[in-house]
């Protein structure tokens, strides 16, 4: 072999793994790319979680703030509608008791049904019932009589100092110890009560879906 020709094959040799070492690194190259970019999209793809999970956060916070203003906001609102309610049907039984009396054959049912009810829940044989003064002036002089007629078993002596009332009667045994107001002022503040009981409960069977609703 000629010097010339070993010193081809020399220099194809070299330049054929010159080549190699050329496509090895554009290999690793690519590989390195490739590797760079996987990552690049995974950490993309964990921030763009980390965002959303975090707008999902912001937004669940968000719609718990204002489902509990919603409820707070329908509470109040309730408890204005409960009052107002209340008020309006205290306001008609005041007026519809402050004409009562006018019509004095039903007010003498009225008040004989009160009296008898409150001398029968009351365990003592002595009794004494208050009047106001309108109704004390007129019973006074047939009182016994009245009694009777209203189904009175017991032994009832009318007051003889009469009580600030619209109407109504309020009976005690005669040592005072038990007490019934059966007046048309103490039987409304009872029915106070069960009229706000009454109330809440219509108010809240008819809000419960709306509560829902807003609860989602």
């Known amino acids: ?15 054929a793994r010159a080549r190699a070492l050329a496509d090895e690194h554009l290999a690793n190259a690519r590989r390195t790319r490739d590797q760079i970019l996987a990552d ?6 964990l921030r763009e979680e980390r965002e959303i999970l975090a707008a999902k956060a912001a937004a669940e916070r968000l719609y718990r703030q204002r489902v509990q203003a919603a409820e707070i906001k329908l509470a109040e609102e309730l408890d204005r509608l409960r009052w107002s309610l209340v008020l309006e049907a205290l306001e008609k039984m005041r007026s519809r008791l402050a004409a009562l009396p006018a019509d004095e054959k039903r007010y003498d049912t009225l ?13 003592r044989d002595e009794l004494v019932a208050e009047l106001n003064d309108r109704d004390a002036a007129r019973l006074a002089g047939r009182w016994e009589a009245w009694c009777r007629d209203a189904g009175v078993a017991k032994r009832l002596r009318l007051a003889p100092q009469p009580i600030a009332c619209a109407g109504g009667a309020r009976v005690s045994s005669a040592d005072g110890a038990i007490r019934i107001d059966n007046t048309f002022e103490g039987r409304l503040e009872r ?7 009454t109330v809440m409960e219509r108010l809240y069977a008819a809000t419960a879906d709306v509560r829902a609703m807003i609860g989602g």
């Open 1 to 15: 072999m000629s010097p010339r020709g070993g010193i081809e094959e020399l220099e194809a040799a070299l330049l």
């Open 40 to 45: 690049g999209a995974e950490r993309l793809r």
């Open 111 to 123: 008040l004989e049904r009160y009296v008898a009810q409150a001398a029968e829940a009351i365990e």
């Open 191 to 197: 029915m106070q009560e069960a009229l706000q009981r």
